[in-house]
T-cell receptor, first 113, second 110 residues
Framework: DSGVTQTPKHLITATGQRVTLRCSPR?????VYWYQQSLDQGLQFLIQ???????AKGNILERFSAQQFPDLHSELNLSSLELGDSALYFC????????????FGSGTRLTVV | TQLLEQSPQFLSIQEGENLTVYCNSS?????LQWYRQEPGEGPVLLVT?????EVKKLKRLTFQFGDARKDSSLHITAAQPGDTGLYLC??????????FGAGTILRVKS
């Protein structure tokens, strides 16, 4: 158990639908990062939050949004889902930034049918 | 976003052999990290290297950061079946974001 909790582990949904992925960071970590992992793209950075505020944005689609709440848990919202959104979505956390390394959760496997 | 290229993409070796995985970029990173990922799990941090030329050892694994902080290598001595997995290098961009390479799939046969 890494200390980063992601729910749900698996999600199957239809095209056009909206889903919410949840992440609870390791205790004491203020930064939360979301990554998408697919076979052809590898691990792609989506977005980072630090202590409730957006810190950095990657190649995140406009259909995707995220937020970090006062208790530091984070949610990634994916809407108008397409087949190509099927992937593993990972959340990671760190105390402040990347220098000390990230602790990753076990991921949410999203399948869009 | 800076890019990291890993080679080889796939490596299948016999138990007891040595191997080296490379991670290269044309850009400078403030630190470089290596992770190992097993199927169905998230990546797990192995090591962080920060100083150009730095060498770190973790049991049978040796990590090196290039002098110019643009490249790194991971050397495994006497590989074991338990070393099987996906090895990812990640560079820390200034501003804390990690950029990941595509990974090297290592399979160690007994």
């Amino acid at each position: 158990d890494s200390g980063v909790t992601q729910t749900p582990k698996h999600l199957i949904t239809a095209t056009g639908q909206r889903v919410t992925l949840r992440c609870s960071p390791r205790s004491g970590d203020l930064s939360v990062y979301w990554y998408q992992q697919s076979l052809d793209q590898g691990l792609q950075f989506l977005i980072q939050y630090y202590n409730g505020e957006e810190r950095a944005k990657g190649n995140i689609l406009e259909r995707f949004s995220a937020q970090q709440f006062p208790d530091l848990h984070s949610e990634l919202n994916l809407s108008s889902l397409e087949l190509g959104d099927s992937a593993l979505y990972f959340c990671a956390s760190s105390v402040t930034g990347g220098a000390e390394g990230y602790t990753f959760g076990s991921g949410t496997r999203l399948t869009v049918v | 976003t800076q890019l990291l290229e890993q080679s080889p993409q796939f490596l299948s070796i016999q138990e007891g052999e040595n191997l080296t995985v490379y991670c290269n970029s044309s850009s400078v990173f403030s630190s470089l990290q290596w992770y190992r990922q097993e199927p169905g799990e998230g990546p797990v941090l192995l090591v962080t290297v920060v100083t150009g030329g730095e060498v770190k050892k973790l049991k049978r694994l040796t990590f090196q950061f290039g002098d110019a902080r643009k490249d790194s290598s991971l050397h495994i001595t006497a590989a074991q079946p338990g070393d099987t997995g996906l090895y990812l290098c990640a560079g820390e961009e200034y501003g804390n974001k990690l950029v990941f390479g595509a990974g090297t799939i290592l399979r160690v046969k007994s």
